[in-house]
């Protein structure tokens, strides 16, 4: 007898990572998407919005749900726009949430924060999850060794650059291909709202919440992320590789490698590679993922594996673009 597949909600159907969480779940094993909200869409196929997912689902937007008839609800839209959905909807007892936006990442509510390579059995029992942002995934994952040690004994420093997609589906002159292609800056320096939940995590774990000084970069391509963090660290190279093989030797998709990194490597995957190298006193730490799937739906898609008693990697074996 097949078990019952677990019935999928979406709100915000139509952005990009909403787009991203339905191409992993149509082909999920066990899952089966119920509905997929968008006000702005209404009726509208959404592989009308979703041009990739022709073919493989005939699903329509809707405006109207029942909360009621499904397992676990998807929150995609914008930051703030959680608490303004839980203002007007009531939480059935039995709902679990994957909540994508900011609005939770506190653990405020009855959340529980969604980095499996840190609170991986505090999500195993979540019925609240509050998924991580891209940045601070990328960047927590350089970290969270060292924290765990008790080792960020100086100021930590983050240059990261990411792609267009990590700013949304909505235009913007810093999105548009004329002003993007070939060229690179920087935005929100050193007060990236991503710095919240890094220093609030890190905090708990050193028992102290070093400086982190995060320079945010936009760059020429469409996805992924590649933080470069370093700081002081008495360990020497050796000792530091052996410290995050050992953190990370049983997380599903956090990997530490020997060899330099590119982004090539994880985009389209819901992998995050790490490089670990020293510098006189200074370690370095590299960490990419693909901003949409570790750094957004993928994570989800992990997060919701966890809650239902699923294989971690479930629905989410993908291989890289590496050409």
């Known amino acids: 007898m097949k078990e019952p597949k677990i019935r999928v909600g979406i709100i915000g159907g139509a952005g990009y990572t909403a787009g991203e969480l339905l191409r992993l779940l149509v082909h999920h094993p066990a899952a089966e998407i119920v509905f997929v909200h968008s006000t702005s869409n209404t009726g509208a196929l959404v592989a009308s919005v979703h041009e990739g997912l022709t073919g493989d689902t005939n699903l329509s937007f809707c405006s109207d749900f029942d909360l009621s ?41 009855g959340y ?53 997609t990590g700013a949304g589906v909505k235009p913007s002159p810093s999105t548009h291909f004329s002003w993007r292609n070939d060229n690179i800056s920087v935005y929100k320096a050193f ?18 919440t070093p400086d982190i000084n995060f320079i945010p970069m936009r760059g020429d391509f469409a996805r992924g992320i590649f933080a470069a963090v370093y700081t002081d660290c008495a360990l020497s190279e050796e000792e530091a590789n052996a410290l995050y093989k050992s953190y990370y030797a049983d997380a599903a998709f956090t990997h530490v490698t020997d060899s330099t990194l590119d982004l090539k490597q994880v985009t389209n995957t819901n992998k995050a ?29 992990q997060n919701m594996n966890l809650m239902f008693g699923l294989e971690e990697d479930t629905g989410l074996r993908l291989k890289g673009n590496a050409f």
């Open 191 to 208: 007060e990236h709202q991503h710095l919240i939940e890094i220093r609030r995590n890190i905090g708990i774990l050193q028992g102290s």
């Open 273 to 301: 590679l790490l490089h670990v190298e020293k510098h006189g006193n200074k370690l370095l730490i590299s960490s990419v993922i693909d901003n949409l799937l570790k750094g957004a739906s993928g994570q989800a898609v």
């Open 112 to 164: 529980v924060y969604g980095l499996p390579e840190w609170q991986k059995q505090k999500i195993c029992s979540a019925t609240l999850v509050a998924n991580p942002g891209c940045f601070a995934t990328a960047i927590q994952l350089a970290l969270l060794p060292l924290a765990q040690g008790k080792l960020l004994t100086g100021d930590v420093h983050v240059t990261a650059v990411t792609g267009s």
């Open 69 to 109: 008839a499904v397992d676990v609800l998807f929150l995609c839209q914008g930051h703030g726009k959680s608490r303004e959905f839980w203002q007007t909807h009531t939480l059935p007892s039995s709902l679990k949430v994957i909540d994508l936006a900011q609005d939770f990442r506190d653990e405020s509510d």
